[in-house]
């Protein structure tokens, strides 16, 4: 049971360059969450789905976008990569949106940007 | 002020000693509420679901006070492998429901 899978698991960036970050659940769950986590700031959430077909912008969602390819899937690029978004990101999947259940997380990607 | 405030620590603990952490959470109407643990360098795993009973998994016992709003987690007999950070989760039922975290207290069991 994989349960959610995050792709790649590190990556150093040059400033500027772009690049997508991957996530698949096989959970069958409705609800998708994109965070980043920085020493000393806690887990931030950049963008979120509630269900298939729907975005919504977190507490920082500056600088990225999102794509809900279907109900497994969701991805979030940087269009231009900068040092500010050297940070560890985490791909969360929920049965609802209500987060009554909790969210299960993916092992993370280490993104440096140089 | 923080949603979800907790004291990062870090708890030095000696193994088999019992610790407690305290959260507080500024949103009356919230609903659900978790603790996680966070491993160095990995991604957050629920721990326990905390109830407004409270309630028990083995040596871990989470409780809820809703009027003071904090929510507490105490583990007895502390092992070397529950150095970890544990991160106080809130639903606050806010616009969209989003799960809001605490920044984590850091424990650190030692011999």
């Known amino acids: 049971n994989a349960g959610v899978t995050q792709t790649p698991k590190f990556q150093v960036l040059k400033t500027g360059q772009s690049m997508t970050l991957q996530c698949a659940q096989d959970m069958n769950h409705n609800s998708m969450y994109w965070y980043r986590q920085d020493p000393g700031m806690g887990l931030r959430l950049i963008y979120y789905?509630?269900?298939?077909?729907?975005?919504d912008k977190g507490e920082v969602p500056n600088g990225y976008n999102v794509s809900r390819l279907n109900k497994r899937e969701f991805s979030l690029r940087l269009e231009s990569a900068a040092p500010s978004q050297t940070s560890v990101y985490f791909c969360?999947?929920?049965?609802?949106?209500?987060?009554?259940?909790?969210?299960?997380f993916g092992s993370g990607t280490r993104l440096t940007v140089v | 002020r923080k949603e979800v405030e907790q004291d990062p620590g870090p708890f030095n603990v000696p193994e088999g000693a019992t610790v407690a952490f305290n959260c507080t959470y500024s949103n009356s109407a919230s609903q659900s509420f978790f603790w996680y643990r966070q491993d160095c360098r990995k991604e957050p795993k629920l721990l326990m679901s905390?109830?407004?009973s409270g309630n028990e998994d083995g040596r871990f016992t989470a409780q809820l006070n809703r009027a003071s709003q904090y929510i507490s987690l105490l583990i007895r007999d502390s092992k070397l492998s529950d150095s970890a950070t544990y991160l106080c989760v809130v639903n606050p039922r806010g616009a969209g429901n989003m799960l809001t975290f605490g920044g984590g207290t850091r424990l650190m069991v030692k011999p």
């Open positions: 969360a999947s929920s049965e609802t949106n209500t987060g009554a259940y909790g969210y299960t």
């Open positions: 789905s509630a269900s298939e077909g729907t975005t």
């Open positions: 905390v109830y407004s």
